[in-house]
């Protein structure tokens, strides 16, 4: 549930800063989100964990649309896909050449967290009930995070740092007990484009 | 004619049988020296080491699920400390060995039972930990594959069969002889661990697991 709660913060509040002004309050950053059609971008996740000395990197990328479909896929050093589109959910994993479905157990508790995203992806992501949020103008703008009770557990605090082109996230930085944090920083970043057909359906 | 054919079938299959019924231990060994001994801990890491790999686990029906392994060994002292996470980088499952039990520390359904904690421990000091007694028996078969083997507790046994050039098995016996888990290791060492490793076991539940080594460090 909170690895997908986490992934609801991350396409939540990068639509959500996407398309806004850095000097633009709380009111107009909601209505730049509520004007995004489609959102795609290339990612960069540094994974820090206590017992390893230097950080686990995974690269990917994801295609959001508004029409309730989104795509988050790794493609390395494990290459995985998320598919939702509508209520449909598939997960798969690339194996000796092939896409394969994963298993049943993690396509279910991702369905339970895309309740949560859609909620958001609606325009209601202040309606949350898993974060308290605070919006911060900079520079560089930033929007906190602070988990509530339960979910605190998992994730002590998110902080995502917009980058000074409007519409754009710069990274995503998520601190969890233990001192573990994880780090995703986006590149080329492009709002309201057109999306691959199909990007949603096949892996 | 055909008669011929068929006990020389006959002699043939019985020839393949008998080969298949030989207990390993009988086959024929030249015993090793007290020098050789190393070589039974050569396929162990030596010192402390941590370690990412990928992780492709596959059940009985073909069901799989890609992994992200993490595993820090200090053979000294027999601790290991093994994170599994999604490729998203969420812990699903965090424990550690350390004199001779098992601490989880987190567990996420459904890898937060005892059963899977113990499986999982168990395999990873099967695959990173050298057995701890002196070897019952270490050698070379006629071909050259070498052989260690130690005895148990409760009747088990753990072999290791193989060459640096041909690569090495890990065998792990149950007390009637049948084969539990078996792995495979294959080179080049990085940091004394193996660059592949498949792990298939076959009781008390079937499962495949196909490890590449992503990250070594010492």
Same mark, same amino acid.
């Given at each position: 549930?909170?690895?997908?709660?986490?992934?609801?913060?991350?396409?939540?509040?990068?639509?959500?800063?996407?398309?806004?002004?850095?000097?633009?309050?709380?009111?107009?950053?909601?209505?730049?989100?509520?004007?995004? =059609?489609?959102?795609?971008?290339?990612?960069?996740?540094?994974?820090?964990?206590?017992?390893?000395?230097?950080?686990?990197?995974?690269?990917?990328?994801?295609?959001?649309?508004?029409?309730?479909?989104?795509?988050?896929?790794?493609?390395?050093?494990? =290459?995985?896909?998320?598919?939702?589109?509508?209520?449909?959910?598939?997960?798969?994993?690339?194996?000796?050449?092939?896409?394969?479905?994963?298993?049943?157990?993690?396509?279910?508790?991702?369905?339970?967290?895309?309740?949560?995203?859609?909620?958001?992806?609606?325009?209601?992501?202040?309606?949350?009930?898993?974060? =308290?949020?605070?919006?911060?103008?900079?520079?560089?703008?930033?929007?906190?995070?602070?988990?509530?009770?339960?979910?605190?557990?998992?994730?002590?605090?998110?902080?995502?740092?917009?980058?000074?082109?409007?519409?754009?996230?710069?990274?995503?930085?998520?601190?969890?007990?233990?001192?573990? =944090?994880?780090?995703?920083?986006?590149?080329?970043?492009?709002?309201?484009?057109?999306?691959?057909?199909?990007?949603?359906?096949?892996? | 004619?055909?008669?011929?054919?068929?006990?020389?079938?006959?002699?043939?299959?019985?020839?393949?049988?008998?080969?298949?019924?030989?207990?390993?231990?009988?086959?024929?060994?030249?015993?090793?020296?007290?020098?050789?001994?190393? %070589?039974?801990?050569?396929?162990?890491?030596?010192?402390?080491?941590?370690?990412?790999?990928?992780?492709?686990?596959?059940?009985?029906?073909?069901?799989?699920?890609?992994?992200?392994?993490? %595993?820090?060994?200090?053979?000294?002292?027999?601790?290991?400390?093994?994170?599994?996470?999604?490729?998203?980088?969420?812990?699903?499952?965090?424990?550690?060995?350390?004199?001779?039990?098992?601490?989880?520390?987190?567990?996420?359904?459904?890898?937060?039972?005892?059963?899977?904690?113990?499986?999982?421990?168990?395999?990873?000091?099967?695959?990173?930990?050298?057995?701890?007694?002196?070897?019952?028996?270490?050698?070379?078969?006629?071909?050259?594959?070498?052989?260690?083997?130690?005895?148990?507790?409760?009747?088990?046994?753990?072999?290791?069969?193989?060459?640096?050039?041909?690569?090495?098995?890990?065998?792990?016996?149950?007390?009637?002889?049948?084969?539990?888990?078996?792995?495979?290791?294959?080179?080049?060492?990085?940091?004394?661990?193996?660059?592949?490793?498949?792990?298939?076991?076959?009781?008390?539940?079937?499962?495949?697991?196909?490890?590449?080594?992503?990250?070594?460090?010492?």
């Amino acid at each position: 549930m909170v690895r997908f709660l986490f992934l609801s913060v991350l396409i939540g509040t990068g639509l959500f800063s996407a398309g806004a002004g850095l000097s633009q309050d709380w009111a107009s950053l909601k209505e730049a989100f509520r004007n995004i =059609r489609s959102v795609k971008a290339e990612f960069l996740q540094k994974r820090t964990l206590p017992i390893l000395t230097e950080p686990l990197l995974s690269a990917g990328r994801f295609f959001f649309s508004a029409s309730g479909s989104l795509r988050w896929e790794y493609l390395s050093p494990l =290459r995985s896909v998320m598919l939702q589109k509508g209520d449909t959910i598939q997960i798969y994993h690339f194996s000796e050449g092939v896409w394969k479905q994963e298993m049943t157990q993690a396509v279910e508790a991702r369905r339970m967290v895309l309740a949560e995203i859609s909620q958001w992806l609606q325009g209601r992501f202040d309606e949350s009930k898993a974060f =308290r949020h605070l919006y911060s103008p900079g520079p560089p703008a930033r929007v906190i995070l602070d988990p509530g009770e339960g979910i605190n557990k998992f994730i002590h605090r998110i902080e995502i740092v917009l980058s000074a082109r409007p519409g754009v996230i710069d990274r995503v930085e998520i601190e969890e007990p233990g001192g573990s =944090r994880t780090s995703i920083e986006f590149r080329n970043v492009e709002i309201n484009s057109s999306l691959p057909s199909g990007i949603f359906e096949k892996p | 004619m055909i008669r011929e054919k068929g006990l020389d079938i006959c002699l043939l299959g019985l020839l393949i049988f008998s080969t298949g019924c030989v207990p390993m231990a009988e086959k024929v060994l030249s015993h090793g020296s007290p020098d050789d001994l190393p %070589t039974c801990y050569a396929i162990f890491p030596a010192g402390p080491w941590a370690s990412v790999h990928r992780i492709e686990v596959t059940l009985r029906g073909g069901v799989s699920s890609s992994l992200l392994g993490v %595993t820090k060994g200090e053979p000294s002292e027999r601790r290991l400390h093994s994170l599994l996470l999604t490729p998203e980088g969420f812990i699903l499952f965090d424990a550690e060995l350390r004199e001779g039990g098992i601490v989880v520390r987190k567990a996420v359904a459904p890898f937060d039972s005892p059963a899977f904690a113990s499986g999982l421990m168990g395999d990873v000091t099967l695959l990173f930990l050298a057995p701890q007694a002196r070897p019952s028996i270490w050698g070379k078969e006629a071909d050259g594959t070498r052989i260690c083997r130690w005895e148990g507790p409760g009747g088990t046994r753990t072999e290791i069969r193989g060459s640096p050039n041909e690569g090495w098995r890990i065998l792990r016996r149950d007390d009637q002889g049948e084969v539990t888990r078996e792995i495979f290791l294959n080179g080049p060492l990085v940091q004394g661990l193996a660059s592949y490793i498949e792990l298939r076991a076959s009781r008390p539940a079937a499962y495949k697991l196909r490890m590449t080594l992503l990250q070594a460090a010492p």
